[in-house]
Each structure stands twice: as structure tokens, then as C-alpha cells.
């Protein structure tokens, strides 16, 4: 009984390995297909992929500087408080600038790090977090 579950062991650490190997010797027809041009476009094949993101500047009471969130609304202006996601929870912060379009290379960061807002706030938000 031991020797047959020896032998099973093996076999699926052997196939295991064998997958992880086919795995990472096989290039993805679709990565190896992607490049970037001189303008900062994803080029898939012979399609161009823009990569634009909507960001706005919002500043939280009490610290100085600007942070960039990303805008799904459109209907956010200056002025305006908005909730956001921070590594402290949800935070109400004001909009200090108007919602720009512009390409994901010209982050100072990498595209992944970007926040969203999650709502503008209203009354109720504006008290809880005064």
C-alpha cells in the first residue's frame, strides 16, 4: 500500500513539474505580441491599444501637497469633497483640480498604484467627516 502511494507521489510531483515547465518554455502568442512604440502605445500585433486614464487632484485637510486619483464620474468638479481610499480607510478630501485625461506612461508611478475615487460626498459624509 505504502509503495503504491510512493509511486503516486511521484507521478503527480513529476507532472506538476512537467506542467510548470511546459509552462514557462512556451512563450503566450498574445505576450509576445505586445510592444511599446516611440509615443508611449501599447502595440498589440498590428493594433494600437490606448492606454488613457482620467485622473484628478484632490488635498485632505491638514496635509499639505496633491494626491492623484483616478475619476470614473464625470461629473466631478473643483471644489467639490470626495471619498477616497486611502492605506488609512476612507477619507473625505477636496478637489483641487479639474479632471484631465492623459496617457498611463506619464505617471510619476505605475499605473497599477492608482486609486480610484469612490464617490463624491454629501451632506451626511461632509459631517462624519468634519
Do not use: H
Not at 22 to 30: C, F, R, V
Not at 75 to 97: E, F, H, M, P, S
Amino acid at each position: 500500500m505504502q509503495a503504491i502511494l510512493l509511486v503516486s507521489g511521484i507521478i503527480i510531483i513529476f507532472l506538476i513539474g512537467l506542467g510548470i515547465l511546459i509552462y514557462l518554455l512556451i512563450p503566450n502568442s498574445e505576450q509576445s505580441q505586445i510592444c511599446e512604440d516611440r509615443d508611449g502605445q501599447i502595440v498589440l500585433g498590428e493594433k494600437l491599444v490606448d492606454e488613457w486614464v482620467t485622473v484628478i487632484e484632490v488635498q485632505f485637510k491638514g496635509y499639505s501637497g496633491f494626491y492623484t486619483y483616478a475619476v470614473m464620474q464625470t461629473d466631478i468638479n473643483r471644489g467639490q469633497y470626495v471619498l477616497v481610499l486611502t492605506q488609512d480607510g476612507i477619507r473625505c478630501a477636496k478637489v483641487v483640480g479639474e479632471p484631465r485625461t492623459i496617457k498611463t506612461s506619464q505617471l510619476n508611478f505605475p499605473p497599477f498604484l492608482l486609486q480610484t475615487i469612490i464617490c463624491v460626498a454629501d451632506n451626511a459624509d461632509l459631517e462624519y467627516y468634519k
